[in-house]
């Protein structure tokens, strides 16, 4: 295929203790239908074979850049990418997912048609379902729909199953926040959209979410990391985006009181109730008391139902959460 004459493509990868899955990860990214590509491995200090892995791919694939460094964590590594990318345009793709063959090219036909500085697919494939869409739809999200979205989140959360401009992102100075424990990726992605001069949004699935890697953060229960970490960068976020209109506000304001859910269930699955009494007493009385605002809101009826189960009982309702984790992470393994 000629590529002379095509934009240049970075997709960015950052590993650590992944090497289960990165053989996977960089065929899905070598054997794109969209040829010019420059593809980016961080090796983020893995102690396991994933650098040795990447290594071994970028002898046979001149496209393939392997960069070894101390772990910095996701944002680290993501920003170890970007400050050595030259594509046109960038995306980043989880390290223990996969992209479909097409994913670039869809991606990148949204963005150019467009003329957008961000591109995002609503949906994605996981290990449980591979049915794709049946009509395809594209529309273009203001700014502050696309932020809105995100908070509540409609639409996936994290850097991936995402295109940006890299003019757009360097004009900006886009970069993660790598001291963000977790999070990183919703911090990114609301940031650059506030910035953006226009979002463009398809519902083809060309990203494939793996829900079966036990070893994930966001699959095995943290309190310090995944709960508190949460909290802070919801904090974070509330004290440097700059755009705050009502609607932003209040999709904020969900997602705040969603991350104090998180928490509790962080606190209730890992068994450490006794060790975080006040930070657990802390998440029950943050819930009751917001609950009826998210109930009262312009949220989605299935929003409003589960503020009105965690008005009544938060413990039970993270239960059925855990519950619910449980059978998806048992289905992923059976398939």
Known sequence: METSNKPLVTLATSMYKVEKYVAQNIESLITQTYKNLEIIVVDDGSPDNSGRIADEYALKDHRI????????????????AIDIATGDYIAFVDADDTICPD???????????TNADMAISKN????LDMTQVK???VEIYSPEKAVAEFFYPYIRLGAWNKMYNMKFMKSHGLRFVPELKTGEGLEFITRA????????VGNRKVYIYRLDN???????ANVERQGKGALETMKYIGEHLEMKTLEIKSAYSWHLWNCYRYCLRQIVDSGTKAQYKNLYAECERYLRNHSWSIIFSGVKTRLKVEALVVFLSPLFYVHLQI????HILKQSHGH
């Open 193 to 200: 959209a506030s910035m953006a001069n226009k979002i463009a």
């Open 323 to 326: 519950a619910k984790k449980k």
């Open 65 to 80: 850049k392997v960069i070894h460094q101390h772990n910095r964590g996701l944002g680290g590594g993501r920003n170890a």
């Open 124 to 127: 994605c494939f996981t290990t």
């Open 214 to 220: 036990v070893g994930s953060a966001t699959t095995k």
């Open 103 to 113: 994913f670039v090219e869809y991606m990148l036909g949204l963005i150019v048609s």
């Open 135 to 137: 009509n395809e739809t």
